[in-house]
């Protein structure tokens, strides 16, 4: 079997300066290559590890794109004809050359191993370069310290690209749908992800799934953040992790009495303007002051996270210091993605709504992302044509809901599933109460102010 082949450092000369060499095996590039053009079923195993890039010779990387090319079998004739459809074919050496890789000697069983060797020094020369990239930025005194730190995390990121199997086998996947499902018959607990904090919604969508981004749409003062703190709030109280809520448009404070309003009954007018005089209303506050200081809520208010980049960078950083349970964001109109230029303001939407969904995935949590509806949307109930500047968010959208009120003062809600995969379309009716910010289902509301859907 052939065997990795370290490479000598280039030796230092007194006075003299030396190049290092880019972390790099020839030898095993051409064993790899050689194994594709010789074993039927070595191209789809080394597909699973490798790319064109990472392959240190251009002619090997030239080699491995014709290879891939190829929908069928794989032969060093066929390869010769893909070569010369992309101009490649003198480059790379000729029919010669590829006759020549098909001599080597290699196994089929050591294809695994000759990978990861590869990959190795691939992502070597990859930290190689972006680390110069860094300090070059880091040098130019007007770069913003923001943009060097994110493009950093961004280019870390992309290294961990092949650290997980990027198939998994539709026989092993059965398996842990099989083993989830029945841990929840046997637990009778139909939940799926962490609690909305509403009856009815996490009966219909079994809660806020992990990895998976939704909407939360209206149009203003229809009570998308009344809703969003309601949800938040709840989550924390599981004490299942932090939850982040990231306020782009209202400050702490101004939701932080939101929160004390919705929690003890207090009207919002009264803690705003500190019109609390009774002994009653006093000790409410201070119940709902504990109650709130003992849950896991993070609110972050800072304009510099209004910027994506930021906001993903910031995010990642609190993951590895906390657990976390969900992560919200309010909304996306008002956030930017500063390290881009872009054409369009749809282009620029479109860009931080796929950074979203990379995030829920990423950090395995699901985001929660408020979004204005557009103007036709003003007093007819929403659909997913009113989305507002890009339709990459129904694409990205795992879930979108819309929210809508006859009037800015009716307390009549109806929150509709405007697209949900695998929990379908549906209108439940809720009950908001403007004066305390607080939502109800409708059983729960004292005063029952409605009885059917008009």
């Not at 098909?102 to 294809?111: C, E, F, R, Y």
């Not at 207090?266 to 705003?272: D, Q, T």
């Not at 694409?395 to 800015?408: H, L, P, S, V």
Request: some cysteine; glycine content about 8%; aromatic content about 6%.
């Amino acid at each position: 079997m052939l065997q990795a082949i370290q490479q000598p450092q280039p030796q230092k000369k007194s006075g003299v300066s030396s190049l290092k060499v880019p972390p790099q095996d020839i030898d095993i590039e051409r064993a790899i290559l050689g194994a594709c053009l010789t074993w039927p079923d070595a191209r789809a195993k080394v597909k699973c590890h490798l790319v064109p890039d990472d392959f240190y010779r251009e002619a090997h990387s030239a080699i491995w794109s014709a290879i891939c090319s190829l929908a069928g079998e794989c032969d060093a004739q066929l390869v010769k004809v893909a070569l010369e459809k992309a101009g490649n074919l003198e480059k790379v050496g000729g029919i010669e050359y590829l006759i020549d890789l098909m001599s080597q000697v290699v196994t089929k069983a050591g294809l695994d191993q000759y990978c990861r060797v590869i990959l190795d020094c691939s992502t070597r020369r990859k930290v190689i370069q972006a680390s110069s990239v860094m300090a070059e930025q880091a040098f130019q005194p007007f770069t913003d310290i923001e943009e060097i730190i994110s493009t950093a995390k961004d280019t870390i990121r992309g290294l961990n690209v092949h650290e997980e199997k990027a198939y998994r086998k539709g026989k092993d996947l059965i398996k842990v749908v099989f083993e989830e499902m029945e841990k929840r018959c046997n637990n009778q607990d139909p939940m799926v992800g962490i609690s909305w904090g509403i009856d009815g919604l996490d009966k219909l969508t079994g809660g806020a799934e992990p990895k998976t981004l939704t909407y939360l749409c209206g149009r203003p003062s229809m009570g998308k953040t009344a809703l969003a703190l309601h949800m938040a709030d709840h989550m924390a109280s599981l004490n299942q992790g932090f939850v982040v809520y990231f306020a782009n448009e209202g400050g702490a404070e101004s939701l932080t009495r939101r929160r004390l309003s919705a929690q003890s009954g207090v009207s919002l007018g009264s803690i705003r303007y500190g019109r609390v005089h009774s002994d009653d209303h006093w000790g409410w506050l201070l119940d709902a002051a504990n109650k709130l200081s003992d849950r896991q809520f993070i609110i972050v208010d800072h304009s510099r996270f209004k910027d994506i980049g930021a906001m993903v960078s910031f995010t990642e950083t609190l993951a590895m210091e906390h657990r976390l349970a969900a992560v919200f964001g309010d909304h996306i109109q008002l956030m930017r993605a500063k390290n881009q230029r872009w054409n369009s303001r749809h282009h620029e939407i479109s860009y931080i709504s796929n950074s979203l969904k990379d995030l829920a995935k990423d950090l395995c949590v699901p985001v929660i992302e408020l979004c204005q509806l557009n103007r036709l949307a003003e007093g007819i109930r929403p659909n997913l044509s009113h989305l507002k500047e890009s339709g990459d968010l129904e694409q990205d959208g795992d879930i979108i809901f819309g929210i809508y009120r006859d009037t800015k003062e009716s307390r009549k809600m109806e929150l509709g599933c405007m697209k949900g995969r695998d929990v379908g379309t549906w209108v439940i009716d809720l009950v908001y109460d403007v004066m305390t910010q607080r939502i109800m289902e409708v059983k729960d509301d004292p005063e029952q102010y409605f009885n059917d859907r008009s």
